[in-house]
């Protein structure tokens, strides 16, 4: 009886670890080494994976890389890369085909992260709200998302096996509470907003997530998002006693606490499910 309970329990550890098990496989999360991007990356290498950081030059994702390879063990690349030139995404889909010759994961994860909870930024308004800012955050958020899921996802297709994830907000299914921001000083045509792009770009990446789940399903693609809600990065006192309020659990997220979601959509643990929105926020959009 023993050894039979021992046996079903050796079974389901080895069936656990199988689930969430990504040795061979190769992950890049774009804009991996921002502040969620690495953390990202780095729970996909502690599961097996070679993971591959993609970033602007100014974000030295090869530094970032060579620590991830430090701390996990499988070899981890960091890539120069702008998400929004194909040229450059083909050129690091070379490098990364020679040094691991091939690409199972997608965590499109990099955008532009405008900062209006510090104050002095009436630019913000949408009265004011500058069209290039508009043009440059889409250009991010969307266009470098959908480029980057056709130059990798196209792979995947060939090879009829992949993930996709892409990393969208709590605002994507709520509006900003503007009040969260404003600053008392301040006449009310120069309080600083969230800008109207945060929105548009998160929103937008839940279709893309459909459209793209139903167009590859047929090749084996699965493609889901996640809405996390905010991180706590030291932001002021003022603006963390607002948002504690709007949120059930009463605090915003650790960077290490969307690890778990990330490492479930990006393995067999989540084998049936594809064009899914995973929210993870403190609760704040049950409200
Ligand atoms: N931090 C939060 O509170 C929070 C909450 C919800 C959702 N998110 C989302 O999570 C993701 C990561 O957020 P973060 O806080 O780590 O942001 P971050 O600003 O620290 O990181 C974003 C990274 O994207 C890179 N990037 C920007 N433009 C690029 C381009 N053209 N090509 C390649 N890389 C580019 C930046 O260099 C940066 O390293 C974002 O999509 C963000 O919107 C963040």
Aim: with cysteine.
């Amino acid at each position: 009886m023993r050894a039979e309970q021992s046996s079903t329990a050796q079974q389901g550890t080895t069936r656990v670890a199988k689930l969430f098990d990504l040795s061979q496989r190769v992950a890049i999360v774009t804009g991996g080494a921002g502040l969620l991007g690495y953390h990202h990356g780095a729970i996909l290498a502690a599961a097996g994976a070679n993971v591959v950081l993609l970033d602007l030059p100014g974000a030295n994702p090869e530094h970032r890389a060579e620590h991830l390879t430090r701390e996990y063990g499988p070899e981890s690349l960091g890539i120069r890369a702008d998400i929004t030139r194909e040229s450059s995404l083909e050129n690091a889909r070379s490098q990364i085909r020679e040094k691991f010759g091939r690409v199972d994961i997608l965590i499109n994860n990099a955008a532009n992260n405008p900062k209006v909870e510090d104050g002095n930024t009436s630019w913000s308004r949408l009265e004011h709200f500058p069209l290039e800012v508009w043009e440059a955050d889409i250009r991010v958020g969307l266009t470098g998302a959908f480029l980057c899921s056709r130059v990798f996802g196209a792979e995947m297709a060939a090879r009829k096996s992949g993930v996709i994830l892409n990393v969208a907000s709590d605002l994507a299914l709520i509006a900003p509470d503007q009040r969260l921001y404003r600053v008392d000083s301040l006449p009310e045509d120069q309080q600083p907003v969230k800008p109207v792009t945060y929105s548009v770009v998160k929103t937008g990446l839940i279709g893309l997530t459909r459209y793209l789940a139903t167009y590859w399903s047929s090749s084996n693609i699965r493609v889901n998002a996640i809405s996390p809600g905010g991180v706590f990065n030291d932001q002021s006192h003022i603006f963390l006693s607002r948002l504690k309020d709007l949120i059930p659990m009463g605090r915003m997220a650790n960077r290490d606490e969307y690890q778990g979601a990330i490492l479930f959509l990006c393995s067999d643990a989540s084998s049936y499910m594809t064009g899914a929105n995973l929210v993870i926020d403190g609760g704040r959009t049950c409200l």
